[in-house]
């Protein structure tokens, strides 16, 4: 099985849990949780770099080890790391899971999460 993490612990008071988890050549599970958002949508990515000391200007880009523009996550065209939108109610909560739902994508982006192990990364809410 192979596993990750992301924990997230911002200056603006977001903080959360991100789990990244796949058996074999399954498909790869996002779940966990976020709390501290301000109401609305945000965007959730994996970054290429693990480096969070400068916040999103030192996370490198979307991880897209396929070189691909950026798109939504239903799009066959899009950064393996672009994970669309989450929608942040008034108590500061996701009211939606934080991984997609589609089985297609889950499947493409198992095979990007097997690669990216090797990496370091960072899950950025923004």
């Known amino acids: 099985m192979a596993k990750g993490v992301a ?28 709390s501290g958002l301000k109401p609305g949508l945000h965007g959730f990515h994996v970054h290429a770099l693990g480096d969070t000391t400068n916040g999103c200007m030192s996370t490198g880009p979307h991880f897209n080890p396929d070189g691909k523009t950026h798109g939504a996550p239903e799009d066959a065209n899009r950064h393996a790391g672009d994970l669309g939108n989450i929608t942040v109610g008034d108590d500061g909560m996701p009211s939606q899971h934080l991984y997609p739902s589609s089985q297609a994508y889950l499947e493409l982006f198992c095979i990007k999460f097997r690669y990216s192990l090797k990496f370091d990364f960072a899950v950025l809410v923004v």
């Open 7 to 34: 924990v997230l612990n911002s200056s603006e008071g977001v903080t959360g849990t991100i789990f990244f988890t796949q058996e074999g050549d399954g498909v790869t599970t996002v779940s966990g949780t976020v």
